[in-house]
C-alpha cells in the first residue's frame, strides 16, 4: 500500500474525452481548446491533482480556505498569532537596522557618555522586546518564526487516512504536537516489547 499517490497525473483524475467538452466543467471547448475551457477550470484541475498527491503546500491552502487558521481543538486563531510573530518579528530587524549599536556606539561624532546610553537603551529595549513578545506568548507556547499551524490528518496517512477535506484539519502547533506525542507513545512501548 503505497502512502502518498504520488505519480498520479490529470489524465487519472479528469481522463481525456472524445466529445470537445472542458474535462473538468464540461462546459462545451471553443478554437484550439483541447482539455480546459478555461484558466481558471486548468489551474483548479492542477490544484485538485496537487492535493491529491498530498502536496503540502496546496493541502495547506485548502485547509486554510475553509478554517481561516482557527485550531479544531482549543479554538486558537493561529492567523492572528501568526501575524503577531511575524509583526514581531519585521519589528525587531527594522529596528535593529535603522539602530545598529555597534555603528552608533562607533561614531566618534559622539562624546563616549553618549556612546555609552546608546548601547544601553539598545539593550533595554531589547530586553523589553523579548519581555512583550514571552507575554504573548505564555499562553501559546507556539512556534517563534515559522508557521503556527499544521494541516492535521485527523486519521494519519500511515493508517489509511486520506488527502480529503472530511480528513484535514486545522491545528495550532501545540495541540499537534500534543497530538502526535500521545500517537508516538504507544509505538515506543510497541518498539520497547520487540526486544
Ligand atoms: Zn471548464
Ligand atoms: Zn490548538
Not at 462546459?27 to 475551457?37: A, E, I
Not at 484558466?39 to 496537487?50: G, I, P, R, T
Amino acid at each position: 500500500m503505497s502512502r502518498y499517490k504520488s505519480n498520479l497525473t490529470l489524465d487519472d483524475i479528469y481522463p481525456s474525452r472524445t466529445d470537445h467538452l472542458c474535462r473538468r466543467c464540461e462546459k462545451p471547448l471553443t478554437g484550439k481548446q483541447t482539455k480546459w475551457c478555461s484558466k481558471d477550470c486548468s489551474y483548479a484541475a492542477f490544484e485538485e491533482m496537487m492535493f491529491a498527491k498530498g502536496s503540502s503546500t496546496h493541502i495547506r491552502r485548502e485547509v486554510f480556505a475553509r478554517d481561516n487558521g482557527i485550531c479544531a481543538n482549543c479554538g486558537i486563531d493561529c492567523e492572528k498569532i501568526q501575524r503577531i510573530s511575524d509583526h514581531a518579528n519585521q519589528s525587531l530587524s527594522e529596528f535593529e537596522t535603522v539602530f545598529n549599536p555597534y555603528d552608533l556606539s562607533s561614531n566618534k561624532n559622539h562624546s563616549l557618555e553618549i556612546r555609552q546610553q546608546i548601547i544601553h537603551m539598545f539593550f533595554e529595549y531589547r530586553k523589553q522586546f523579548f519581555k512583550d513578545a514571552r507575554k504573548i506568548w505564555k499562553d501559546t507556547p507556539l512556534n517563534f518564526g515559522g508557521s503556527c499551524w499544521q494541516a492535521d490528518h485527523i486519521l494519519e496517512v500511515i493508517h489509511g487516512g486520506k488527502h480529503e477535506m472530511s480528513n484535514l484539519q486545522t491545528l495550532c502547533n501545540l495541540c499537534h504536537k500534543q497530538k502526535t506525542a500521545k500517537m508516538a507513545r504507544p509505538k515506543k512501548i510497541n518498539q520497547a516489547t520487540l526486544f
